[in-house]
């Protein structure tokens, strides 16, 4: 079941067998993808019509797969394949597979991607939604921001991207790398509807992630307010774990950890 | 060879509703006739190579048929890695239109010279890179392009004067168009120098060299058996290209004689150093890097 243990659980497992790291990254965005995988495009991601979701950082690929393989739309046999010699499921996703809409790893990529996905559905006249997950880093990147104000000059309301706030990028605290600010009033001021909310509160969440359904033309940004190494104590807010792999006692202590937290 | 390019794909707009024009805020009065003619598939995305190239592949992954129009040193450099990350990874249909091959935009400088897009578009595995001759051709290599199910690049002249009449619009990919042999030289060339490159056979007719001449118009899929096959036993063989002379037609040619075992020689006429902090029209830049007609000649007779 898609819950915000589970995915931990199956993240922590993938990443200790596969030896890999970006386990905050994932950590990060774990609760996110169960609201939008559980409770907002459940039952949406098959046919043409489907909603797509774009993972803009795509180094937090483990929460996808493991979003994907608790809702039932990746088998178990597949998520085993990741970082396998061979395997369809990479440190950064790789189209090819169901419920993997755009390889990224790129960042900065995937809102103008996600955008022509919501321009072609605006042309068509289709109902679907798109959904984007970035980071916070990828502000950084002027890309977004082009992104950003052409979806919102061309009334992209159907567009949800959901900023991974969490405060860190590889190298440091985004305060002392590249400081953000006020990401929803960044956001607002290119145009688009802008909300701010606790990204571990799944209720938040989905009430903001909603808001897609109001059908309005702004595209609508989600600031997610968030934790680094969410929900295993150890790893939060700790640096180190945007690209350690996890000995076996940090496994087992991170396992023990789950559920455990404040 | 710009204006007859924009027909076209007016006509092919006409004809399928899958194709959206995406510029990035280049085309005054050139497209506007697409503009009123299909103003819900053009879309101006303002002054964002980047963005443009990333919502084509969101659009092609959709369904949809998008060209991204800029200079061509805009479109080929500028969105370079949503290029190779977007269309070229998912083998989407996107079709990158670069205006402006080589010194086209004459005085405007090195920021407007596109000297290296061949090359970094045809290195791309899965990547259709075509570059016409004169108008007719470069209408000829779109429709012949219309269902390549991955990206294309089309280096597109900006000039609607010159055209090359023999060629009579002749295209098709992975081939050249021979427009004549000969057997003391031979001239291999892509874009719109293309008519210098005529006239420099012509001329060498006249002082007794007889010099064939290929259009190179399709540089990926490589033309390999054609251009093995035109270069046969000539001894020398000349390619001619307003693009650096590493990575483009020049190398590409290079790459075909060694691996086809051919013993001719090549000299490869383009552009051999950064063209900056100087000034000058199209006609200067091309006399200074010698790839005029007549600069053309004296280095085939010079070969001999």
């Known amino acids: 079941m898609l819950t915000s243990v589970e995915i931990r659980r199956v993240i922590l497992d993938r990443a200790?067998?596969?030896?890999?790291?970006?386990?905050?990254?994932?950590?990060?965005?774990?609760?996110?993808?169960?609201?939008?995988?559980?409770?907002?495009?459940?039952?949406?991601?098959?046919?043409?019509?489907?909603?797509?979701?774009?993972?803009?950082?795509?180094?937090?690929?483990?929460?996808?797969?493991?979003?994907?393989?608790?809702?039932?739309?990746?088998?178990?046999?597949?998520?085993?394949?990741?970082?396998?010699?061979?395997?369809?499921?990479?440190?950064h996703p790789q189209h090819g597979i169901h419920g993997v809409e755009f390889t990224t790893g790129s960042l900065g990529q995937g809102l103008s991607f996600a955008s022509g996905c919501a321009l072609a559905a605006q042309l068509g006249e289709e109902q679907w939604r798109t959904f984007v997950i970035c980071s916070d880093a990828e502000c950084d990147e002027g890309a977004t921001w082009e992104a950003a104000m052409f979806a919102a000059q061309r009334h992209l309301g159907r567009l949800v991207v959901v900023v991974d706030y969490n405060r860190q990028q590889a190298m440091g605290n985004t305060d002392d790398v590249i400081a953000l600010g006020d990401l929803r009033a960044r956001w607002e001021a290119v145009g688009w509807l802008a909300v701010d909310v606790d990204g571990h509160d799944a209720a938040a969440l989905e009430s903001a992630l909603r808001l897609v359904e109001r059908d309005g033309p702004q595209p609508l940004a989600v600031i997610a307010h968030t934790t680094f190494g969410k929900g295993v104590a150890f790893m939060e807010r700790q640096l180190r774990w945007h690209y350690s792999s996890m000995s076996k006692e940090d496994y087992a202590l991170a396992i023990s950890s789950l559920g455990t937290g404040p | 060879?710009?204006?007859?390019?924009?027909?076209?794909?007016?006509?092919?707009?006409?004809?399928?509703?899958?194709?959206?024009?995406?510029?990035?805020?280049?085309?005054?009065?050139?497209?506007?006739?697409?503009?009123?003619?299909?103003?819900?598939?053009?879309?101006n995305v303002g002054v964002a190579e980047q963005n443009m190239a990333g919502v084509a592949a969101g659009l092609a992954h959709s369904g949809r048929i998008p060209f991204i129009y800029s200079i061509a040193t805009f479109a080929s450099l500028r969105g370079y890695e949503f290029i190779r990350n977007g269309a070229l990874v998912h083998g989407l249909p996107v079709r990158v239109v670069g205006i402006g091959g080589g010194f086209e935009y004459g005085a405007a400088g090195i920021s407007h010279y596109a000297l290296e897009d061949l090359g970094v578009m045809r290195i791309q595995p899965g990547m259709t890179v075509v570059a016409p001759a004169d108008g007719a051709q470069?209408?000829?290599?779109?429709?012949?392009?219309?269902?390549?199910?991955?990206?294309?690049?089309?280096?597109?002249?900006?000039?609607?004067?010159?055209?090359?009449?023999?060629?009579?619009?002749?295209?098709?990919?992975?081939?050249?168009?021979?427009?004549?042999?000969?057997?003391?030289?031979?001239?291999?060339?892509?874009?719109?120098?293309?008519?210098?490159?005529?006239?420099?056979?012509?001329?060498?007719?006249?002082?007794?060299v007889s010099c064939g001449l290929a259009m190179v118009a399709c540089l990926a899929p490589v033309p390999r058996e054609d251009i093995a096959s035109f270069l046969g036993s000539v001894p020398v063989a000349m390619t001619v290209e307003t693009?650096?002379?590493?990575?483009?037609?020049?190398s590409l040619t290079a790459e075909v004689i060694a691996e086809e075992g051919l013993r001719c020689r090549l000299i490869r006429a383009g552009v051999n150093s950064v063209p900056d902090r100087y000034s000058g029209s199209q006609r200067y830049m091309e006399h200074r890097f010698r790839v005029d007609a007549a600069s053309l000649v004296k280095r085939i007779l010079d070969a001999r």
């Open chain 2, 243 to 250: 693009h650096y002379i590493d990575g483009g037609l020049g």
């Open chain 1, 16 to 91: 200790y067998a596969a030896q890999e790291g970006h386990i905050g990254s994932a950590l990060s965005i774990a609760d996110i993808m169960v609201v939008l995988y559980r409770d907002v495009v459940a039952g949406r991601l098959r046919g043409k019509a489907r909603d797509r979701v774009v993972l803009s950082k795509g180094h937090a690929a483990l929460a996808l797969y493991a979003a994907l393989y608790l809702s039932g739309e990746l088998s178990e046999g597949l998520l085993l394949e990741y970082c396998e010699d061979g395997g369809r499921l990479g440190i």
């Open chain 2, 138 to 208: 470069a209408a000829a290599a779109l429709r012949a392009t219309r269902d390549v199910p991955g990206p294309v690049y089309f280096r597109i002249g900006k000039n609607d004067g010159s055209s090359l009449p023999d060629l009579g619009g002749r295209f098709r990919i992975g081939h050249v168009e021979v427009l004549r042999r000969g057997g003391d030289a031979a001239l291999l060339v892509t874009g719109a120098i293309a008519t210098e490159a005529a006239d420099a056979c012509l001329q060498l007719e006249a002082l007794g």
């Open chain 2, 1 to 43: 060879m710009r204006a007859a390019f924009v027909g076209a794909l007016q006509r092919l707009m006409d004809e399928d509703e899958r194709v959206v024009l995406l510029t990035a805020d280049l085309g005054f009065h050139v497209l506007e006739p697409l503009c009123e003619s299909h103003p819900r598939r053009v879309i």
